[in-house]
């Protein structure tokens, strides 16, 4: 069985994100094998995540950039200082009208700022934010850009709304149901979250931990690669292949098609198989290198 691959595993609610894919690893395969995770969910949270095995790590960050889709339950009236339902209250409001929220989910929408929940991964001053908040010290987060491509109501039952969220990566829905419940002058914490679709990945395609038992319903890694959103692929010629595999200059003449454009590329052979991603960045070409078990 090859290590190399992608694994769709629906994470149940209660594990970490580590602990789910240290699960995944175990019914994969007996040794040591390389693997990650692309998209940390919270223990409360459901949902899809990606597991990248053997050389397919190094392409973490190509599928770390994908879009998420999310269906999250908001309960209004209430803000827990964790912003999910295993927090404490910290401020009760009004509960809005349907009416009211469904408002302002356009102001919520596009490019926004937003400030990271304080239980979050982010570093600051060398530590994580949640252990400077579990230590009861104050952390101020700086603001970041997120896209917000899509944001609207499945059902409401108040005081609780459910939202369908389609966002960029970094996005935290936490803050978004933060934010939403401020704007109304109100407040707002998660009680559930189900990540639903990864990029052109699914849910509905993943497996419990458990049901990868000897590597079953393993993407090999061209099929994961075609999928990847904005990653145009190129062919190398026998020649121009061996100098690539040996981190060696290419020349123009090895390209079975010379790409004009600065940006990454997926490299093929010319039987199609995939070798590794090759950047163009308007100088010459870089070379990011994912040998083949």
């Given amino acids: ?42 223990p409360f949270a459901t949902g899809l995540l990606l597991m990248l095995t053997g050389s397919m790590t190094r392409m973490m960050e190509y599928f770390g950039n994908l879009s998420k889709r999310y269906e999250a339950t908001v309960f209004f009236g209430i803000e827990t200082d964790t912003l ?20 302002v989910l356009a102001d919520f929408t596009g490019s926004i700022q937003q400030v990271p929940p304080a239980y979050s991964a982010v570093k600051v001053n060398g ?9 009861g010290e104050a952390v101020e987060l700086k603001a970041r850009t997120v896209e917000i491509y899509g944001l609207k109501i499945l059902s409401v039952s108040l005081p609780e709304v459910t939202l369908e969220i389609h966002c960029s990566k970094g996005t935290y829905i ?15 914490y998660l009680t ?14 993943a497996r419990s931990p458990e049901a990868l038992e000897g ?16 990653l145009p692929s190129l062919t190398l010629n026998g020649q121009g292949l061996s100098l690539f595999l040996n981190g060696r200059e290419i020349s123009p003449e090895m390209f079975i098609r ?18 590794g991603i090759i950047t163009n960045n308007g100088e010459g070409y870089a070379y990011r290198l994912v040998r083949r078990d």
């Fill in 174 to 188: 936490r803050s978004l149901a933060r934010d939403i419940g401020r704007a109304l002058s109100s407040a707002a």
């Fill in 127 to 135: 530590k994580r934010a949640y252990s400077h908040a579990r230590a």
């Fill in 84 to 103: 999910d339902p295993e927090g404490s209250p910290i401020y009760e409001a009004p509960v809005p009208q349907a009416d009211q929220i469904k408002s």
């Fill in 215 to 230: 590597g079953k319903h393993r993407i090999n890694p061209e099929d994961a690669v075609n999928t990847l959103e904005g």
């Fill in 192 to 205: 559930s979250l189900r990540r639903t679709d990864i990029g052109p990945f699914s849910v509905l395609q």
């Fill in 1 to 42: 069985m090859t290590d190399s691959g992608l694994y769709l595993i629906d994470k149940p609610a209660g594990v970490s994100s580590f602990k789910a894919i240290g699960a995944a690893k175990k019914r994969i395969s007996d040794k040591k094998i390389k693997a990650g995770h692309a998209g940390t969910l919270d």
């Fill in 258 to 275: 010379l790409p004009k454009e600065e940006g990454s590329f997926a490299v093929f052979e010319e039987n199609g198989t995939w070798r």
